[in-house]
Nanobody, 115 residues
Framework: QVQLVESGGGLVQAGGSLRLSCAAS????????MNWYRQAPGKQRELVAT???????NYADSVKGRFTISRDNAKNTVYLQMNSLKPEDTGVYYC?????????WGQGTQVTVSS
């Protein structure tokens, strides 16, 4: 099992920045991609950003140029730097990691962007 603990959410005004962190512990050997998802009220969970173990990244079109995903393999931690935040970025942000055929989820952290 892999345990994921997220931190860094909060309330911010439009145009502001937040940095999310997600630390993995437990059976961390073999963790591959680390990802951030978000779920806005009344909407389905969507993939925001992904990073492979080698550092290749991919982003949803809606956050390209504003969000940056990174990871520290030594600390088994993934980060999401969010700049130029918009009200539509509001939602619960979830960390997700893939290890073999298994997927693990964090508990989620709330991000609220006020206009």
């Amino acid at each position: 099992q892999v345990q994921l603990v997220e931190s860094g959410g909060g309330l911010v005004q439009a145009g502001g920045s937040l940095r999310l962190s997600c630390a993995a512990s437990g059976s961390i050997f073999g963790i591959g991609s680390m990802n951030w998802y978000r779920q806005a009220p009344g909407k389905q969970r969507e993939l925001v950003a992904t990073i492979t173990r080698g550092g290749s990244t991919n982003y949803a079109d809606s956050v390209k140029g504003r969000f940056t995903i990174s990871r520290d393999n030594a600390k088994n931690t993934v980060y999401l730097q969010m700049n130029s935040l918009k009200p539509e970025d509001t939602g619960v942000y979830y960390c997700n990691v893939i290890r073999g055929f298994d997927r693990y989820w964090g508990q989620g952290t709330q991000v609220t962007v006020s206009s």
